[in-house]
Nanobody, 119 residues
Framework: QVHVVESGGGLVQTGGSLRLSCAAS????????MGWYRQAPGKQRELVAV???????NYADSVKGRFTISRDNAKNTVYLQMNGLKPEDTAVYYC?????????????WGQGTQVTVSS
């Protein structure tokens, strides 16, 4: 059993910053990719940023230069530093991890954390 828990969401004004955290726990041997996705009302879930276990990163064009993804492998934790927030960043942010367990590899989602940016 693997648990993925996000934290750090909230309400912030345009131009402000937030830092999201996501911790994975359970019978995990290792974690491959860790990523952040978001879903705004009435829209499909979209990739925000992803980081491999080697530290390579990829970002959505809409957040490049403003958001930074990082991870702490010892803690099975991934972070998303969000600067220069805009109202269009308002969404529920979800963490996804690809966990390597004893007999298989599987992707797990967190429950989501709300980010609201006021204009």
């Amino acid at each position: 059993q693997v648990h993925v828990v996000e934290s750090g969401g909230g309400l912030v004004q345009t131009g402000g910053s937030l830092r999201l955290s996501c911790a994975a726990s359970g019978s995990i041997f290792s974690i491959n990719d860790m990523g952040w996705y978001r879903q705004a009302p009435g829209k499909q879930r979209e990739l925000v940023a992803v980081i491999t276990n080697g530290g390579s990163t990829n970002y959505a064009d809409s957040v490049k230069g403003r958001f930074t993804i990082s991870r702490d492998n010892a803690k099975n934790t991934v972070y998303l530093q969000m600067n220069g927030l805009k109202p269009e960043d308002t969404a529920v942010y979800y963490c996804q991890v690809e966990a390597v367990l004893r007999d298989f590899v599987r992707r797990y989602w967190g429950q989501g954390t709300q980010v609201t940016v006021s204009s």
